[in-house]
Each structure stands twice: as C-alpha cells, then as structure tokens.
Nanobody, 121 residues
Framework: QVQLVESGGGLVQPGGSLRLSCAVSGIIININAMGWYRQAPGKDRELVAT???????NYADSVKGRFAISRDNAKKTVYLQLNSLKPEDTAVYYC???????????????WGQGTQVTVSS
C-alpha cells in the first residue's frame, strides 16, 4: 500500500522560513511527477510547485523566487523550501505524486494527508 507522509508544517512569522518533506512508502515501480499543492480556507486547491523525475520544475507565479522544490529519488522524497513567507501563504499544503505500482497499467495519483502552514505575527 502506497502512502505519502508529510512533515514540516507549523506556525511561522511573516518573513520566516519552513521546509516541508514528503516521503513515499510502499512497494512501487517508479515515481513520475511529484509536487506540492495548497488549499486556503474557502478557496480551491492550487498548484504550488512540481518537479519531474528528471528534475525539471514549475512554480506558481505567487511563489516564484521564494519557494524551492527538490526531490531525492533514492529516498523517494520531495521537499519544499518556503522562504520569505507571507500571511497569504497560510494554507494546508498537500504533497502529490504520480506513481506506478505495477508493470500492468499506468501511473496513478497519490496524495498526502496535508500539513498546516500558518504565517502570522
């Protein structure tokens, strides 16, 4: 059974930093894209950043220059470094991964349970 386990959320003051981690557990064939999404109260879930297995990255305009996504394929882990945090970054952050678990069929989407990031003075 594949699980994505997130860690690293918390309360931070504006201008501060956090680092989120998401580790994949279970028996898998390979992991394709991995990424982070967030959902603020009363809003839809939105893309924050994604990375391919080759290391190519994509960011939402609102976080470019402040957040950095990276992955360690050997550890089956994706990270999100959040710098220069703003109150509007407050949300539940969800990890996503496209994972193939069988030689029959394609990859499917998996989600973490979410980790709360609160930016407040």
């Amino acid at each position: 059974q594949v699980q994505l386990v997130e860690s690293g959320g918390g309360l931070v003051q504006p201008g501060g930093s956090l680092r989120l981690s998401c580790a994949v557990s279970g028996i898998i064939i390979n992991i394709n894209a991995m990424g982070w999404y967030r959902q603020a109260p009363g809003k839809d879930r939105e893309l924050v950043a994604t990375t391919t297995s080759a290391g190519n990255t994509n960011y939402a305009d609102s976080v470019k220059g402040r957040f950095a996504i990276s992955r360690d394929n050997a550890k089956k882990t994706v990270y999100l470094q959040l710098n220069s945090l703003k109150p509007e970054d407050t949300a539940v952050y969800y990890c996503h991964a496209s994972i193939r678990t069988s030689f029959v069929g394609g990859a499917r989407d998996y989600w973490g349970q979410g980790t709360q990031v609160t930016v407040s003075s």
